[in-house]
């Protein structure tokens, strides 16, 4: 089992930055794909951006792509999401995911722990 806590959301102008932090708990998950999603409200969870160990690599979807940027610090358990260039559409609950399995993955039910989310506001 591993258990995640996100960190970090909170309200934001537009054009503004913010950070958030995943800290893993439990058993070691440093050979786990980790991820990022978040949910806005009446829509469907999407992906973020995941890093996975082997490479190690990183993917962001497009959204994400050139304003986000996924790090990992395996001493520490974590991975952190630098948000830079927040605009209102980025208002949603961000989570946390962890995926045991190998391969790439860019679907919620090829994650099997989640964190809690943490909110995150982007006032325009």
């Known amino acids: 089992q591993v258990q995640l806590v996100e960190s970090g959301g909170g309200l934001v102008q537009a054009g503004g930055s913010l950070r958030l932090s995943c800290a893993a708990a439990g058993q070691s998950s440093r050979n786990y794909i980790m991820a990022w999603f978040r949910q806005a409200p009446g829509k469907e969870r999407e992906f973020v951006a995941f890093h996975s160990p082997i490479g190690p690599k990183t993917y962001y979807a497009e959204s994400a792509k050139g304003r986000f940027t996924i790090s990992r610090d395996y001493a520490k358990s974590t991975i952190a999401l630098q948000m830079n260039g927040l605009n209102s559409e980025d208002t949603a609950v961000y989570y946390c995911?962890?995926?045991?399995?190998?391969?790439?993955?860019?679907?919620?039910?090829?994650?099997?722990?989640w964190g809690q989310g943490t909110q995150v506001t982007v006032s325009s």
């Open positions: 995911a962890a995926n045991p399995g190998g391969g790439y993955s860019y679907t919620p039910s090829q994650y099997a722990y």
